[in-house]
């Protein structure tokens, strides 16, 4: 159904705000405009659930992660960046792919199946919209999904 992306996306936020580590900062950049998104919530959520639990798994102590959405032709652009080690460039396509992960010693001590982003990709995909991943090695990463969306119109028949 179509939700008010600004609200269903700030409430997630304030959902992981309240039990991540206090070690870590969020920050927002969020437009004050309402866009209205034609989407499925629950899998919106997971999409949203997935990428932020990868920032946090992956953030150093003391790190902060931003939260940002912004409008462009059509699309909503939805990011979400984090201070944490990153990925090779050679390799930020794969994370996209069932059970690839960078660094499989690493990972399989942050738990987990390799799943994730590949679960987010099919969601995303089957809501006309694109993700991917952009990362610093050793600095950061950001991973980015936009959603198609209707501006709020003015009433024309007042
Ligand atoms: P699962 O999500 O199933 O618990 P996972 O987190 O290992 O396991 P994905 O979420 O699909 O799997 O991510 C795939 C791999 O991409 C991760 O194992 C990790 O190597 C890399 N990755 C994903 N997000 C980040 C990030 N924010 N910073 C650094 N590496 C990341
Ligand atoms: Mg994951």
Known sequence: GWVNFNKFYDHIIDRFEMTKNDDITFKRDLPKEAYFV?????????????????????????????????????????????????????????????FYRVDKARARNLGGTGLGLAIAKEMVVAHGGKIWAESVDGKGTTVFFTLPYEQEEEDDWS
């Open 38 to 98: 034609d989407i499925d919530e629950d899998k919106i959520t997971q999409v949203l659930y997935n990428v932020i639990s990868n920032s946090l798994k992956y953030s150093p102590e003391g790190g902060q992660v931003t939260f940002r959405a912004k409008a462009t032709d059509g699309f909503i652009v939805v990011s979400i960046t984090d201070q944490g080690v990153g990925i090779p460039k050679n390799v930020i396509d794969k994370i996209f792919d069932r």
